[in-house]
């Protein structure tokens, strides 16, 4: 791209707008480069942009533009109440995902409150964003966290790092990771997005793996609700998240397992989106 003359505050974002990029996303990523606060843009419309932070301006809005998520150019983004650093290695977290870590914590503080230490998993963790969320929320949990990506765990123990929270981590896939572990409750929001879903291009910046597990999109809750009945302990509960569509399988899978109490709750958009139950 012609960098071109560095603008002022003003034109840099007019530039913003021709290239397509939301106007609010827009001064998230210049007040970002300037180190400044929004605000501040607003006060400073006529301010000359220094050459070399328009250069990295203009390289924010080209990702932008090409449909990169904002948290990517960012580099960080908030999950219940924590700022997790993300990278392309990882899914960025959805707000949905909360929905599944207050489920946890709701189970945590009532069903297991009895049990003193909680053991409890979060498989496919990708940035850590459940595990993190749980352990920061219920200290007396002992967390494990895995994924099958090495370079997905090496974001999610980096974020543990900084935010001070003791959660261990374990490559491998699925029950796979933990072979001979039992759990008072087990999370995970799974790949679940079939194979030929018109979403799936507009994601096409997040990791595939942690997206879609092929198929008809099931196959990753079937494997976890099949090995859950050897690593939950008696009373244990699995909670699952899942596409809109898909509740109704999960649940069937869950009974068919043995699970009791099955039951799906509906995230902030009114969809059925995560799925339970206990041994
Ligand atoms: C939908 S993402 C969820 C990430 C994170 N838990 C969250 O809610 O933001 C699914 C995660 O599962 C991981 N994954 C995919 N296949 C896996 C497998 N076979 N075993 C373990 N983890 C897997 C992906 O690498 C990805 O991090």
């Known amino acids: 791209m012609n960098c071109g003359p560095a603008p002022t505050v003003a034109a840099a974002l007019a530039t913003a707008r021709t290239m397509g990029v939301d106007r609010l996303d827009a001064q998230w990523l210049l007040a970002r480069v300037l180190n400044r606060p929004r605000s501040w843009l607003l006060a400073h419309d006529e301010a ?8 990295q301006f203009q390289g924010h809005l ?17 999950f219940h109440g924590l700022t997790l650093s993300v990278t392309p290695a990882v899914l960025v977290p959805r707000p949905d995902t909360e929905l599944l870590v207050d489920w946890a914590l ?49 974001v999610a123990e980096a974020n543990a790092v900084r935010l001070g929270l003791d959660v261990g981590f374990v490559t491998g ?74 509740a109704e399988a999960v649940q069937r899978l869950l009974r068919s397992e043995g699970f009791a109490g099955v039951e799906t709750r509906h995230d902030l958009g009114g969809q059925p989106r995560c799925s339970g139950g206990h041994r």
């Not at 080209?62 to 580099?75: D, I």
């Not at 963790?125 to 090496?154: E, F, R, Y």
């Open 173 to 246: 896939s699925w029950w796979a990771a933990l072979p001979v572990r039992r759990f008072h409750l087990v999370l995970s929001n799974p790949p679940y997005i079939a194979a030929g879903d018109p979403h799936l291009p507009a994601l096409r910046h997040e990791p595939a793996s942690a997206l879609t597990p092929g198929g008809d999109g099931l196959g990753a809750l079937q494997e976890i609700v099949h090995g859950a009945p050897h690593h939950l302990l008696p009373g244990g509960w699995l909670l699952l998240e899942h596409g809109f569509e898909q």
């Open 62 to 78: 080209v990702r932008r533009a090409g449909g990169e998520p904002l948290a990517y150019l960012h580099g960080e983004k908030e």
């Open 106 to 154: 709701e189970l945590l503080d009532g069903a297991l409150a009895e049990v003193k230490s909680p053991q409890v998993a979060d498989l496919g963790t990708g940035s850590g964003a459940i595990a993190l969320a749980v352990k920061n929320c219920c200290p007396q949990a002992t967390v494990m966290a895995t994924d099958n990506s090495q370079s997905a765990l090496a």
């Open 48 to 55: 000359p942009l220094d050459a070399d932070l328009w250069r």
